[in-house]
């Protein structure tokens, strides 16, 4: 028999009709035995009828021609950025703002060694972070000790690609040797504003941990955590919101890359492991029915099965997290 | 999606109101009662489903083809309505006290109808009002799975597709959210027997 807990998980899922029959009777013979899992049951059948029961309320009049309205709008500015986009005008602008920004990114390199935003709340992986900023720092000095000296802004310029990849080259050498480095996704993010954004995005992932507390109780102060080196940003999500996460900068840039590294480390979701699990009892089901049965072979595989259940709890009790290689340029 | 679908997609990527309008016009229903749950009135329900559909139909190009086309559309009424939430959490305007609507009558046509104890009507017509009130006051994670699978009734497989999550997770999480409902509808009750019925 059962413990009462259990019964409780499969109760809405019974109430639903979207159980097994093994399970259906387990639940069954359950909570007629049960006097407080049949309460439990009638409060949950009660519950979802009546949600079933809400009803539809109808589209209000005019909703229709009031986006149409919106949509012919809409599709008017779109139009007129697409002929601006197009204008003669536009190329001039894109031109003076091209070098401006060009102008401000070597103004931002000389001054690189005032910007300093660490996330406060990144706990542990602070440490480590803060090693390997150094070692972006102190290569980044000696670069602009190397060029600052010779106050050549024109040779600046040229060695643009050499302040745009800052951020990435020393970093990924000094993550080669240690675990708290791993990368499972690289994201590439095109914004104006790379400061700005990732300020939005931190505040993102921030908001969603909150939201997220009431579900699990444990692990409060383990949040998804940000540091900053340069315009590359390591983040760390939990995975049951990394797909949210993606969502949500999906929508919110128009130019995005996302490229998943390590796919091995992050581990196979649940869905999998059910999977490999109904396959091995059919495997186990089928050799049970034949008369010449190999206990040996049953037990190999009653093993196998123990590893995926561990497995599966492993992946219910712990948090897992998806480590973000989050790169905004502009 | 039909032949016709298909050309009016086209139609519509290319900029076509018209044939976007037609495209949408069977999921205009949908999204506005997604909407009405997850926003708990109708002015924000309203506001919220138009912006929804601009935003389909500036994105309409980027479409692929990969889900559904309506359970794209679900995706983004999800994200504009939880959007929407946060921003008010940012302001600070979102209050608890805000006055809720329900739609009259709709829940308890569906109760048992075993001639209930005068009682049992007090309290079936308490719930009533404390379900919609109940649903506004879960956390948005657990809302939109209760809305999409306990009212709208979508497989576990679509809404896994709608809120970009494994089906395990979607299973999961929504023991959770009928958990937390259960406890804010029965709870309220066990206060009510206590309090009146006596």
Known sequence: MKECGEIRELIPFYVEGELSKDEINIVKGHIEACEECRAEYEETKEMLSMLKGVEDIELPEGFSEDLHKKLSKESGVNRKVIRFIKSKYFKTLSTVAACLIIFIAVRGMLDKNRFDFRDKASGNDEKMLTMQEQAVETKSIEDITKYGNEGSVEKMAVDEDVCANLGDKPEKSAVNGSDAGIVDVIINLKADNPDREYMKIAKYVNEQEKENESHIKSDEDDAGSFSQKSNTYSLRIRNDMYAEFENYLNSNYASIEIIPVSKEKSNLDIDEYNRQLENIEKQINEINKKEDSDPEKIEGLNKQKDMILSNIRELEAEIQYTNIELTIVK | ?198
């Open chain 2, 1 to 198: 999606m039909n032949d016709l679908e298909q050309k009016l997609l086209k139609n519509a990527q290319k900029g076509d109101i018209e044939a976007f309008e037609k495209l949408i016009e069977k999921h205009q229903k949908m999204v506005y009662n997604i909407a009405f749950r997850m926003m708990g009135n109708r002015e924000d329900a309203y506001d919220m489903s138009q912006e929804v559909f601009i935003r389909v139909f500036n994105a309409i190009g980027r479409f692929k083809g990969n889900a559904a086309f309506s359970t794209w559309i679900y995706r983004i009424t999800k994200n504009v309505c939880l959007d929407e939430h946060r921003k008010r959490k940012n302001k600070n305007t979102l209050s608890i006290d805000k006055e809720l609507e329900g739609e009259q009558g709709s829940i308890q046509r569906q109760l048992r109808d075993d001639s209930p104890s005068p009682e049992e009507i007090f309290e079936k017509k308490a719930m009533k009002k404390t379900i919609q009130e109940a649903i506004n006051n879960l956390p948005d994670q657990h809302k939109i799975v209760i809305i999409l699978r306990d009212i709208k009734g979508f497989s576990y497989q679509e809404i896994a597709k709608i809120i970009e999550c494994p089906e395990g997770t979607v299973k999961s999480r929504i023991n959770r959210a009928r958990k937390a409902l259960k406890d804010i509808l029965y709870g309220n009750r066990e206060l009510l027997n206590t309090e009146y019925v006596k």
